[in-house]
Protein backbone atom coordinates (compact mmCIF):
# COMPACT_ATOMS: atom_id res chain seq x y z
CA UNK A 1 0.00 0.00 0.00
CA UNK A 2 1.68 3.22 -1.48
CA UNK A 3 1.73 6.61 0.77
CA UNK A 4 3.27 8.77 2.88
CA UNK A 5 4.15 7.73 6.72
CA UNK A 6 4.60 10.44 9.34
CA UNK A 7 5.70 9.73 12.47
CA UNK A 8 4.97 10.49 15.59
CA UNK A 9 1.46 11.61 15.26
CA UNK A 10 1.50 13.80 18.44
CA UNK A 11 4.76 15.38 20.48
CA UNK A 12 5.86 17.03 23.36
CA UNK A 13 8.58 19.06 23.12
CA UNK A 14 10.21 20.75 26.42
CA UNK A 15 11.77 24.43 25.99
CA UNK A 16 15.54 23.97 24.18
CA UNK A 17 15.05 21.06 23.23
CA UNK A 18 15.54 19.61 19.63
CA UNK A 19 13.60 17.28 17.86
CA UNK A 20 12.57 15.27 14.79
CA UNK A 21 9.60 14.49 13.01
CA UNK A 22 10.03 11.48 10.49
CA UNK A 23 8.52 11.28 7.33
CA UNK A 24 8.89 8.27 4.81
CA UNK A 25 7.56 7.88 1.27
CA UNK A 26 7.22 4.02 -0.45
CA UNK A 27 6.03 5.78 -3.79
CA UNK A 28 9.33 6.45 -4.92
CA UNK A 29 8.64 10.36 -5.74
CA UNK A 30 11.89 12.37 -5.97
CA UNK A 31 10.60 15.38 -4.57
CA UNK A 32 9.72 15.90 -0.89
CA UNK A 33 8.21 18.80 1.21
CA UNK A 34 7.94 19.91 4.44
CA UNK A 35 5.40 22.43 5.39
CA UNK A 36 4.06 24.03 8.52
CA UNK A 37 0.06 24.87 9.38
CA UNK A 38 -1.13 27.22 11.76
CA UNK A 39 -5.08 27.74 12.10
CA UNK A 40 -5.95 30.45 9.64
CA UNK A 41 -2.41 30.46 7.86
CA UNK A 42 -2.39 27.39 5.29
CA UNK A 43 0.32 25.57 4.37
CA UNK A 44 3.67 27.65 4.95
CA UNK A 45 6.31 25.78 2.79
CA UNK A 46 9.59 24.80 4.85
CA UNK A 47 11.95 23.07 3.19
CA UNK A 48 11.72 20.88 0.07
CA UNK A 49 14.46 18.37 -2.12
CA UNK A 50 14.17 17.39 -5.57
CA UNK A 51 17.24 14.19 -5.16
CA UNK A 52 18.71 13.02 -2.46
CA UNK A 53 21.66 14.53 -0.44
CA UNK A 54 20.41 18.34 -1.82
CA UNK A 55 17.66 20.62 -0.42
CA UNK A 56 16.37 24.07 -0.38
CA UNK A 57 15.01 26.21 2.44
CA UNK A 58 11.41 27.44 1.77
CA UNK A 59 9.79 30.57 3.34
CA UNK A 60 9.96 30.07 6.73
CA UNK A 61 13.03 27.60 6.94
CA UNK A 62 14.83 29.28 10.26
CA UNK A 63 15.05 27.47 13.19
CA UNK A 64 14.53 23.81 11.05
CA UNK A 65 16.74 21.79 9.57
CA UNK A 66 16.89 18.68 7.49
CA UNK A 67 18.40 15.58 5.65
CA UNK A 68 17.71 13.70 2.46
CA UNK A 69 20.25 10.58 2.97
CA UNK A 70 17.78 8.37 0.77
CA UNK A 71 14.92 9.07 -1.59
CA UNK A 72 12.54 7.30 0.92
CA UNK A 73 13.20 9.95 3.55
CA UNK A 74 13.05 13.02 4.61
CA UNK A 75 13.10 13.79 8.42
CA UNK A 76 12.95 17.48 9.96
CA UNK A 77 14.42 18.58 13.17
CA UNK A 78 12.53 21.45 14.75
CA UNK A 79 15.80 23.37 16.94
CA UNK A 80 15.85 25.14 20.21
CA UNK A 81 15.86 28.30 18.12
CA UNK A 82 11.95 27.72 16.63
CA UNK A 83 10.54 29.44 18.87
CA UNK A 84 6.93 29.57 18.24
CA UNK A 85 7.44 25.51 17.25
CA UNK A 86 3.53 24.89 18.67
CA UNK A 87 2.16 23.52 14.89
CA UNK A 88 0.74 21.15 12.67
CA UNK A 89 3.57 19.57 10.54
CA UNK A 90 3.23 17.71 7.15
CA UNK A 91 5.33 16.10 5.13
CA UNK A 92 4.51 15.77 1.36
CA UNK A 93 5.80 14.36 -1.97
CA UNK A 94 5.83 14.77 -5.63
CA UNK A 95 6.50 13.49 -9.16
CA UNK A 96 5.10 15.07 -11.79
CA UNK A 97 1.36 16.66 -10.83
CA UNK A 98 -0.04 15.32 -7.84
CA UNK A 99 1.15 15.83 -4.47
CA UNK A 100 0.35 13.22 -1.60
CA UNK A 101 0.36 14.38 1.88
CA UNK A 102 1.09 12.20 5.07
CA UNK A 103 -0.82 12.51 8.39
CA UNK A 104 0.73 14.91 9.58
CA UNK A 105 2.82 15.34 13.00
CA UNK A 106 1.14 17.84 15.87
CA UNK A 107 4.30 19.86 17.94
CA UNK A 108 3.68 20.62 21.45
CA UNK A 109 5.57 23.04 23.44
CA UNK A 110 5.26 21.69 27.28
CA UNK B 1 3.94 37.68 -0.01
CA UNK B 2 0.89 35.68 -0.63
CA UNK B 3 1.08 34.35 -4.02
CA UNK B 4 -2.56 33.21 -3.77
CA UNK B 5 -5.35 34.42 -2.31
CA UNK B 6 -8.57 32.51 -1.18
CA UNK B 7 -12.20 33.24 0.04
CA UNK B 8 -14.14 33.33 1.85
CA UNK B 9 -12.17 32.00 5.50
CA UNK B 10 -15.37 30.17 6.37
CA UNK B 11 -18.59 29.04 4.81
CA UNK B 12 -21.96 27.68 5.99
CA UNK B 13 -24.23 26.14 3.62
CA UNK B 14 -27.17 23.67 4.18
CA UNK B 15 -27.65 20.45 2.99
CA UNK B 16 -28.59 20.63 -0.56
CA UNK B 17 -26.72 23.43 -1.23
CA UNK B 18 -23.75 24.92 -2.98
CA UNK B 19 -20.70 26.03 -1.47
CA UNK B 20 -18.37 28.43 -3.88
CA UNK B 21 -14.94 28.67 -2.99
CA UNK B 22 -12.94 31.89 -4.74
CA UNK B 23 -8.67 31.82 -5.89
CA UNK B 24 -6.89 33.88 -7.19
CA UNK B 25 -3.03 34.03 -8.55
CA UNK B 26 -0.60 36.01 -9.30
CA UNK B 27 2.35 34.09 -11.32
CA UNK B 28 1.34 33.65 -14.56
CA UNK B 29 3.70 30.85 -15.22
CA UNK B 30 1.91 28.89 -12.77
CA UNK B 31 -0.40 25.52 -14.49
CA UNK B 32 -1.56 23.15 -12.13
CA UNK B 33 -4.27 24.48 -10.27
CA UNK B 34 -5.65 21.56 -7.65
CA UNK B 35 -7.79 21.66 -4.47
CA UNK B 36 -7.25 20.36 -1.33
CA UNK B 37 -9.52 18.65 1.19
CA UNK B 38 -8.85 18.34 5.07
CA UNK B 39 -10.48 16.99 7.58
CA UNK B 40 -9.19 18.09 11.54
CA UNK B 41 -6.12 15.91 12.28
CA UNK B 42 -5.49 14.46 8.89
CA UNK B 43 -3.50 15.57 5.73
CA UNK B 44 -4.45 17.09 2.97
CA UNK B 45 -6.22 14.80 0.15
CA UNK B 46 -6.34 15.98 -3.56
CA UNK B 47 -9.77 16.48 -4.51
CA UNK B 48 -9.66 17.56 -8.06
CA UNK B 49 -7.41 19.84 -10.60
CA UNK B 50 -7.49 21.72 -13.51
CA UNK B 51 -4.58 23.15 -15.98
CA UNK B 52 -5.20 25.80 -17.68
CA UNK B 53 -6.04 24.55 -21.15
CA UNK B 54 -9.33 24.56 -19.78
CA UNK B 55 -12.20 26.43 -18.50
CA UNK B 56 -14.51 23.99 -16.35
CA UNK B 57 -13.55 20.38 -14.99
CA UNK B 58 -16.57 18.62 -12.92
CA UNK B 59 -15.54 14.90 -10.91
CA UNK B 60 -19.29 14.48 -9.01
CA UNK B 61 -20.84 16.95 -7.23
CA UNK B 62 -17.02 18.93 -7.44
CA UNK B 63 -16.21 21.45 -10.15
CA UNK B 64 -13.65 23.99 -10.98
CA UNK B 65 -14.41 26.97 -12.69
CA UNK B 66 -10.69 28.50 -14.74
CA UNK B 67 -10.81 31.78 -15.65
CA UNK B 68 -6.90 32.12 -17.25
CA UNK B 69 -7.24 35.90 -17.93
CA UNK B 70 -7.94 36.71 -14.58
CA UNK B 71 -6.10 34.36 -13.04
CA UNK B 72 -8.52 33.25 -11.29
CA UNK B 73 -10.37 29.91 -10.47
CA UNK B 74 -13.44 28.64 -8.51
CA UNK B 75 -14.50 25.21 -6.66
CA UNK B 76 -18.45 24.56 -6.72
CA UNK B 77 -19.61 22.08 -4.35
CA UNK B 78 -23.26 20.91 -5.57
CA UNK B 79 -25.82 19.37 -3.12
CA UNK B 80 -23.66 19.87 -0.19
CA UNK B 81 -23.63 17.07 2.19
CA UNK B 82 -22.53 16.93 6.35
CA UNK B 83 -19.67 14.46 5.55
CA UNK B 84 -18.61 17.46 3.25
CA UNK B 85 -17.75 19.67 6.33
CA UNK B 86 -14.20 20.02 6.20
CA UNK B 87 -11.32 22.82 4.91
CA UNK B 88 -10.47 23.46 1.64
CA UNK B 89 -7.72 25.03 0.35
CA UNK B 90 -6.51 25.82 -3.08
CA UNK B 91 -3.11 25.89 -4.43
CA UNK B 92 -1.01 26.37 -7.74
CA UNK B 93 2.06 25.74 -9.08
CA UNK B 94 4.27 25.06 -12.08
CA UNK B 95 5.30 22.28 -13.57
CA UNK B 96 8.16 20.12 -12.01
CA UNK B 97 11.26 21.77 -13.31
CA UNK B 98 14.65 22.11 -11.68
CA UNK B 99 13.96 26.15 -11.70
CA UNK B 100 10.26 25.54 -9.86
CA UNK B 101 11.05 22.22 -7.73
CA UNK B 102 7.29 21.78 -8.30
CA UNK B 103 6.89 23.68 -5.35
CA UNK B 104 2.92 24.68 -4.67
CA UNK B 105 1.99 28.34 -3.28
CA UNK B 106 -1.43 27.21 -1.04
CA UNK B 107 -4.51 29.76 -0.22
CA UNK B 108 -4.90 30.10 3.55
CA UNK B 109 -8.34 27.58 3.55
CA UNK B 110 -11.72 27.91 3.67
CA UNK B 111 -13.68 26.48 6.61
CA UNK B 112 -16.63 25.03 5.35
CA UNK B 113 -19.67 23.78 7.60
CA UNK B 114 -22.55 22.26 6.28
CA UNK B 115 -25.81 21.83 8.36
CA UNK B 116 -27.90 19.46 8.33
Known amino acids: DGGITQSPKYLFRKEGQNVTLSCEQN?????MYWYRQDPGQGLRLIYYSQIVNDFQKGDIAEGYSVSREKKESFPLTVTSAQKNPTAFYLC?????????FGQGTRLTVV | QQQVKQSPQSLIVQKGGISIINCAYE??????FPWYQQFPGKGPALLIA?????SEKKEGRFTISFNKSAKQFSLHIMDSQPGDSATYFCAASRAMTTDSWGKFQFGAGTQVVVTP
Open chain 2, 50 to 54: IRPDV
Open chain 1, 27 to 31: LNHDA
Open chain 2, 27 to 32: NTAFDY
Open chain 1, 92 to 100: ASRQNTEAF
